[in-house]
């Protein structure tokens, strides 16, 4: 058994009162977090399990800290288990396009256009984590800040 739960100052997708998505564990899921502007949406495996709405949300000068797989304002709470490919769009992505790229399990690539996904010029960084970010021949940029060597700790990945 696992859980997803995704949060911020303004940011919360809940499902139901328990503030998180149950999964069933011991396997993959495809999960994907879109923002509009003013609606929040949760997919897990393609398909659409919360969704929060808020005009009043804002993603530009955001001075918080990013993170995946812990919280950022603990040394505990690390996610236990293994993520594969992270990936962030300057653009929400539409329901067909999560559809195409979760393609029933099996998985496309978020760099080439395939069907109803059609956001590949629209991805601002990808990281497939079957490749080391410094022989990547992409430059990772998040609004005019690259990743460097020093901006990402590597150690204990799998």
């Known amino acids: 058994m696992g859980s997803l739960r995704y949060s911020g100052s303004y940011y ?15 396997g993959w899921y495809h999960v994907v977090l879109t923002f509009d502007g003013t609606n929040l949406i949760l997919y897990v ?11 009043n949300y804002s993603t ?7 993170s995946i797989g812990r919280r950022h304002d603990t040394q505990a709470l690390y996610y236990n288990g293994k993520i594969d490919e992270v990936t962030l769009w300057n653009t ?8 195409a790229l979760y393609n029933s399990g099996t998985g496309l690539s978020a760099s080439t ?3 109803n996904y059609t956001s590949s010029g629209n991805l601002v960084l990808y990281l497939k984590m079957d490749q080391n970010l410094e022989d990547s021949a992409n430059s ?3 609004t005019g800040n690259n990743i460097s060597s020093g901006d990402y700790d590597n150690t204990g990945y799998e």
């Open 92 to 99: 929400a992505l539409s329901s067909n396009a999560i559809a």
């Open 12 to 26: 919360n997708v809940n499902s139901g009162d328990q503030n998180f998505y149950v999964t069933a564990g011991g």
């Open 140 to 142: 990772y940029d998040f």
């Open 45 to 55: 495996n393609g398909d659409e399990k919360d969704t929060n709405s808020n005009s």
């Open 113 to 115: 256009n395939s069907g």
């Open 60 to 66: 530009t000068n955001q001075t918080g800290v990013f």
